[in-house]
């Protein structure tokens, strides 16, 4: 199992104590796992966070009815990386699923009522852990913006809104079922960016698309469903979706 010298390596425990990191090690439990084997899957309740201590994990969308393939990759999370942290984040459900990539996978599993426990005993320690994971899931969003930039002027660009609020209302999936539908498509032109606030938190998760020189459009209260119909009606069909444009 990893011991304290690893955890002080992992990025969602950054900046703990020796104390803190011994009594988030007392949760732990190694598993391993062979190559093509599934960790969690998409939608899945979200109940631990899983440190790779060995090896390599994918984090994957799954297309319904089709077997799962390298492709569809959206992460490649090494040691040692931290997977999981959907567990703290509203709605607590995996927003991608993981598979092993390598021969062989170490994983450090700890649950999560283990660790609220020791941050109701420790609340600095669940203060840092908590900023770690905003960082965390910052990182990704920035890399997700790079990976799915496919084109050096894009003809279309979808903004998602991922702030705090956004993230809780639900921004997170909005941005998966995008990612997947782009996927799906063989357009190439199109730019997919994150960005913070535009001051609607009760509407929440909001989308900004941009095609064009056409005017800005901005949706409202989106979900997997709405993105999936904006993305076929709208930015493949070019009919703007009236009744999800903000202040309707």
């Given at each position: 199992?990893?011991?304290?010298?690893?955890?002080?390596?992992?990025?969602?425990?950054?900046?703990?104590?020796?104390?803190?990191?011994?009594?988030?090690?007392?949760?732990?439990?190694?598993?391993?796992?062979?190559?093509?084997?599934?960790?969690?899957?998409?939608?899945?309740?979200?109940?631990?966070?899983?440190?790779?201590?060995?090896?390599?994990?994918?984090?994957?969308?799954?297309?319904?009815?089709?077997?799962?393939?390298?492709?569809?990759?959206?992460?490649?999370?090494?040691?040692?990386?931290?997977?999981?942290?959907?567990?703290?984040?509203?709605?607590?459900?995996?927003?991608?699923?993981?598979?092993?990539?390598?021969?062989?996978?170490?994983?450090?599993?700890?649950?999560?009522?283990?660790?609220?426990?020791?941050?109701?005993?420790?609340?600095?320690?669940?203060?840092?852990?908590?900023?770690?994971?905003?960082?965390?899931?910052?990182?990704?969003?920035?890399?997700?913006?790079?990976?799915?930039?496919?084109?050096?002027?894009?003809?279309?660009?979808?903004?998602?809104?991922?702030?705090?609020?956004?993230i809780a209302a639900g921004a997170r999936q909005v941005m998966g079922a995008l990612v997947e539908e782009i996927s799906g498509s063989d357009r190439r032109d199109i730019e997919v960016a994150s960005s913070g606030c535009i001051g609607h938190c009760k509407?929440?998760?909001?989308i900004t698309v941009e095609i064009g020189s056409s005017e800005p459009v901005i949706y409202q209260e989106m979900t997997p469903d709405k993105m999936r119909r904006v993305f076929k009606e709208h930015i493949l069909g070019g009919e703007v979706q009236e009744?999800?444009?903000?202040?309707?």
């Amino acid at each position: 199992m990893g011991g304290l010298n690893f955890l002080e390596k992992v990025d969602i425990f950054k900046g703990f104590s020796q104390d803190q990191l011994k009594a988030a090690s007392k949760g732990g439990r190694e598993k391993h796992y062979l190559y093509g084997e599934r960790l969690f899957a998409e939608g899945e309740d979200a109940d631990r966070i899983w440190l790779v201590t060995d090896g390599q994990v994918d984090l994957r969308f799954d297309l319904p009815g089709r077997p799962t393939s390298e492709q569809n990759t959206v992460f490649a999370i090494t040691a040692p990386q931290t997977l999981g942290w959907s567990s703290f984040v509203p709605p607590f459900k995996y927003a991608l699923s993981a598979y092993s990539a390598t021969k062989t996978c170490k994983i450090l599993q700890i649950k999560k009522d283990h660790l609220l426990e020791c941050f109701d005993k420790d609340p600095r320690m669940g203060l840092m852990f908590m900023t770690n994971v905003a960082a965390i899931a910052s990182r990704h969003f920035d890399q997700l913006q790079e990976s799915t930039s496919v084109a050096p002027v894009s003809k279309v660009k979808i903004t998602v809104h991922m702030s705090t609020c956004g993230i809780a209302a639900g921004a997170r999936q909005v941005m998966g079922a995008l990612v997947e539908e782009i996927s799906g498509s063989d357009r190439r032109d199109i730019e997919v960016a994150s960005s913070g606030c535009i001051g609607h938190c009760k509407n929440e998760p909001n989308i900004t698309v941009e095609i064009g020189s056409s005017e800005p459009v901005i949706y409202q209260e989106m979900t997997p469903d709405k993105m999936r119909r904006v993305f076929k009606e709208h930015i493949l069909g070019g009919e703007v979706q009236e009744d999800y444009i903000l202040g309707h």
